[in-house]
């Protein structure tokens, strides 16, 4: 049976860690983006002048890609979850990297 080895740190190092946290905290560089936002399908879609049709699609070829966050969605037991909404900043960059951006 292979045991996998754990190394605890050092008793002074967690404190070191600690102390940068804090210092970090203090300093409010933890906090560098804006607020995480998430959208609906149906906003997303009005947002890139398209169908919701089309834009369910591109955002279930973006969460199985993993590269849109989503939250809600159906539950395990196949029920009818909480509304499902996608990570606005993942979209937006999917878009960029698959389509080229938002067309204004």
């Known amino acids: 049976m292979n045991e996998a080895t754990f190394q605890i740190p050092a008793l002074n190092q967690v404190l070191a ?7 970090l ?3 409010g560089k933890e906090q560098r983006s ?7 399908c149906a906003t997303l879609a009005k947002a890139y002048d398209m169908s919701q049709r089309n834009m369910a699609y591109i955002l ?17 037991d ?3 979850g909480e509304v499902t909404t996608y990570h606005v900043a993942d979209v937006e960059a999917y ?3 698959t389509r080229g951006g938002k067309e204004a």
Do not use: H, Q, S
């Open 78 to 80: 196949g029920t009818r």
């Open 17 to 23: 860690d600690l102390a940068e946290i804090k210092k």
């Open 60 to 76: 279930a070829r973006g969460v199985m890609a993993g590269k849109i966050k989503k939250l809600g969605g159906k539950n395990p």
């Open 95 to 97: 878009m960029i990297e």
């Open 25 to 27: 905290l203090a300093d």
């Open 34 to 40: 804006a607020p995480m936002k998430y959208a609906r």
